[in-house]
């Protein structure tokens, strides 16, 4: 089973698919690389939004891609809505179990573009103990840039599971120091993070090739589990511990 972790093929939600021209195409796509299940995450920020408006409009831009999807009489993915939720430990104030994935007790939680502080740190930490739910990082590649690994170690601790992009395992700039994390077994779940089909089209097909040509389809096939795992609601524990020790780097 394949499971799409992150996307924004929602029509007209955000800066992804920006109708529902686009956000078919995109499923095309999906569908052609094999992909059994695509998470919608759509942005939501709360300074932007309140839960409910944004689940208004959610459920709205998901109801026209239902429709056109049924006209097609075409197969694509099954579509799971969740959204990609902008850290701050404000969240803890709102319904944020609106804002799971469907079907399961798991969050995608993206964090500012910084060094991490250990004020933010603390405050996010302190978000994964209270809050009640399953994190899933969105894009754990893009932190990269401003911390080091013991941060990245830092920030991973407590179950939270890590989710990459596809294009980040084919770009040679992120490339390595994301197999670093995916030998140590603290990478976990592949997302397209797609958006349009020219600019941003989701390329797991080719980035999960590349993964099984490079590294084994045992790797792989450890990593599409864990999607199935997490997309079936079972405990982080269970899908932070598929990988470990698989894998001595
Ligand atoms: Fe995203």
Not at 172 to 178: F, K
Not at 215 to 235: D, R, S
Request: with cysteine; net charge negative.
């Amino acid at each position: 089973m394949r499971v799409d972790f992150h996307s924004h093929i929602l029509p007209g939600m955000d800066d992804g698919a920006k109708d529902v021209a686009q956000a078919m195409e995109l499923l095309g796509m999906l569908k052609k690389d094999g992909v059994d299940v695509v998470v919608a995450t759509p942005h939501f920020y709360l300074d932007d939004d309140s839960v409910d408006d944004f689940l208004k409009a959610r459920s709205e831009s998901a109801l026209r891609l239902n429709e056109a999807i049924l006209s097609s009489k075409k197969n694509f993915p099954e579509i799971r809505l969740g959204a990609e939720v902008y850290f701050s430990p404000a969240l803890l104030e709102l319904e944020i179990d609106k804002l799971c994935i469907s079907g399961t007790n798991y969050l995608l939680i993206e964090l500012p573009y910084q060094s991490f502080s250990t004020v933010l740190l603390n405050s996010f930490h302190d978000f994964v103990r209270y809050c009640g739910h399953g994190i899933i990082l969105a894009h754990i590649e893009r932190y990269f840039e401003f911390n080091t690994f013991g941060s990245i170690d830092e920030i991973l601790e407590g179950e939270v599971l890590a989710q990459f992009n596809c294009d980040s395992a084919l770009e040679w700039r992120t490339r390595n120091r994301l197999l670093k994390l995916f030998f140590e077994g603290r990478l976990h779940i592949m997302g397209s993070d797609a958006h349009d089909p020219v600019r941003r089209p989701p390329r797991f097909g080719k980035a999960e090739k590349f993964l099984r040509r490079k590294y084994g389809n045992n790797e792989v096939n450890l990593l599409l589990k864990a999607a199935e795992l997490a997309i079936k609601n079972a405990e982080s524990g269970k899908i932070a511990g598929l990988r470990q020790g698989s894998f001595s780097f």
